[in-house]
């Protein structure tokens, strides 16, 4: 008899939702695909075939299963939960999904491990560090299954009644909690309230040692699971097994200004490039971003690197604060050099201000924040099941 098998992983809203930063909200996307193409793989050797969604085609799964042509997967471009056909026993067929998943997911925790905790010793500087670890990663994933025979009419509902099934009990998790997932103790496992504070601080920052300012910042102090959402892509050759490109990601304030980008150099080109180069004079580096984005005009010449500044170097306040822009090096005429400076870098960026788009308004600051619709689509299935797996696929 010929069976279905409905498969789903889980957490996804939570996993997902509890992110920071954009290249956060990318990796729990990128990481959910990726454990479901392996468990898809799993599947499909142990005799399943996949019937939903239709992934033959799909660049991700396609690279899981060893087909390597074009350019690596950046999108993660496959669902949660996906049903399959089989003939034969059910549950081992499940079961090599979840292998195959697990496997995945240790290749995964384990390079980000190798690279950032267990170099130089880090985890020593903690107490109980790699227990936290390894019982936040081996607990972390929620995976359900159901069989039932194909050729029954009720499409997803055993699925929906295995889910209110909570049999998925994590272990308790003491101590300080994680900066961005709450619900998971930090990796240092030290109690600021105890006393501890400076034992922490020091664990952390032997931590940033290795990932950079820019990757995790000091008043962060992540679980297993938020440490390997954010660092997984600088270590992504070992950890996924191709290089996913995703190292520099824009920021939160970079994405929305990207519009007024693209308004002061196509307006305004010359007056842009000239105040690009006068950051780059009096700043002390790190002034440009790693990666130009594929949605700015990159070929336009005329405003030199003003499309690629940081995104911080487009805020007058920014730009006054000294504690955030320090500039370089003071010569001898110390604080009066800084302000000259300072008053000749913010007349070109009012110049900017000031200037006329091709409408002829004035262009203005900058936003420093947008709005980011987060759909959950939960009742997407219930509707893409009425339509049939084959318009659906």
């Known amino acids: 008899m010929t069976l279905r098998l409905d498969f789903s992983i889980g957490p996804v809203q939570g996993f997902v939702a509890q992110s920071r930063r954009t290249r956060d909200l990318w990796g729990s996307s990128y990481l959910l695909s990726f454990l479901s193409a392996h468990a898809m793989q799993g599947i499909e050797k142990a005799g399943g075939e996949i019937i939903e969604p239709i992934v033959k085609q799909d660049q991700l799964y396609k690279w899981v299963c060893g087909h390597r042509n074009g350019d690596a997967p950046q999108i993660g471009s496959l669902p949660n939960c996906f049903a399959v056909e089989i003939d034969g026993d059910s549950r081992a067929v499940a079961c090599a999904g979840v292998k195959a998943l697990n496997d995945a997911w240790v290749q995964i925790s ?46 997803g509902s055993l699925l929906a009644r295995r889910k209110h099934w909570r049999n998925h009990r994590p272990p308790d998790e003491p101590g300080d909690k994680c900066t961005v997932m709450h619900d998971l103790q930090e990796l240092s496992g030290y109690i600021r309230s105890q006393g501890d504070a400076e034992k922490q601080n020091q664990f952390w920052k032997c931590v940033r040692r290795h990932t950079g300012q820019l990757d995790l910042q000091d008043n962060e102090r992540l679980c297993a699971i938020a440490l390997i959402k954010r660092l997984f892509p600088k270590t992504d050759k070992k950890a996924l097994g191709w290089e996913v490109n995703a190292t520099y990601w824009p920021s939160t304030i970079n994405i929305a200004a990207r519009p007024w980008i693209q308004r002061v150099q196509s307006a305004i080109p010359g007056t842009a490039r000239s105040y690009a180069e006068e950051v780059k004079q009096n700043s002390p580096g790190g002034v440009l971003s790693e990666r130009w984005s594929a949605t700015l005009d990159n070929n336009n010449s005329l405003a030199g690197d003003f499309p690629r500044l940081d995104a911080n170097y487009y805020h007058r306040g920014f730009i006054k604060n000294e504690q955030l822009y320090p500039l370089s090096r003071d010569n001898e005429q110390g604080q009066l050099d800084r302000q000259n400076r300072l008053d000749q870098m913010l007349n070109k960026l009012n110049n900017i201000y000031n200037g006329k788009d091709k409408d002829g308004k004035e262009i203005g600051p900058p936003l420093s924040f947008y709005a980011l619709l987060l759909a959950d689509g939960d009742r997407l299935g219930k509707l893409a099941g009425k339509l049939g797996k084959q318009r659906v696929g």
């Open 110 to 155: 384990n390079a980000v491990w190798e690279e950032f905790i267990k170099k130089d010793d880090v985890s020593r500087l903690g107490t109980g560090t790699r227990q936290i670890w390894e019982r936040q990663i081996s607990s972390f994933w929620e995976v359900i299954w159901t069989a039932r025979p194909s050729s029954d009419a009720e499409t």
